[in-house]
């Protein structure tokens, strides 16, 4: 269509769709089966935790050891809801044997439930480089958190620096650097991820109540996405954190309202258990230039 003269047209805003550990609202989270449901329909990014083990494993895990309400042991036990059974010393043959599927989720009343385990990161990304994916869409970018906490290490996880070396050397070793954002809660597991200099982006998770200045104030350098729970954010923290050249991908939205509301305060991404809903609601809200 031809546009009027000294007219310029309007290119959609490019709205980043992440799937919460894959599509938990509809398959078991951080599952194969749950990544290939998202890149199946169509969504920017996946979304994964991953925990270094002992052996140096990089396995896709929101919680560093099994979560009894998903999760049973090796030989099909049941878990004990408080002496955790850390992943960290495990081999990967017997955390191969966990089923964390079968039963659902007790929050996710639509999960479908199927027997499954928790993947390594390179089973995922050869899963979905094989996998069903619309045409016409780049190829799968991944948001990789890289769980730490500094208190148990040792028990759950190795140093921060080591973490985030194995981590990035797997990245670049499987070809997805360029697409590729490391996020983590963990300032130190940053710092080294942005010390490497490797290529990938990264993204500051934050839950607790502070304002975007005081959160990227923690780190020595500005992250390329500031990623908070949604409740923390408003129009104005998001055009701060704009003013500043950061990104805005807040987590963990399933509400259609609050999609819409965020989607027209300006933020460029939305990170969401329900990503099919979420590609839904982003395709109804106008054009912005």
Known sequence: MMLPTGCTEIQPRFLDIQGHRGARAV????????????????????ELDVIVTAAKDIVVSHE???NPDICTGPDGEALSS????SLYPMQLADIRQCDCGRHGHPRFPNQQRMLTHKPTLAEVVAAVADGERPEGLPPMAFNIEIKHDA?????????????ASLVLAEIQRLGITDRTTVQSFSA??????????????????????????EALSLLSFRPDIYSPHHVLLSPEEIAAAHQ??????????????????????????????????ALQVSQTQPETP
């Open 188 to 213: 130190e597991v940053l710092e080294a991820v942005h010390a490497a200099q490797v290529g990938v982006r990264t993204a500051w998770l934050m839950e607790g109540e502070r304002t975007v200045n």
């Open 27 to 46: 398959r078991p989270e951080n599952s194969i089966p749950g990544f290939l449901y998202a890149a199946g329909i169509g969504v920017t990014t996946l």
């Open 64 to 66: 560093p050891w099994l």
């Open 244 to 277: 500043l050249g950061v990104a805005v991908v807040p987590w963990t939205v399933n509400d259609p309202q609050r999609m819409a509301e965020l989607i027209g305060w300006g933020v460029d991404g939305l990170i969401s258990d329900d990503p099919g809903l």
């Open 82 to 85: 408080t002496a955790r059974r």
């Open 151 to 163: 208190a148990e290490v040792g028990v759950h996880f190795p140093e921060a620096g080591v973490a």
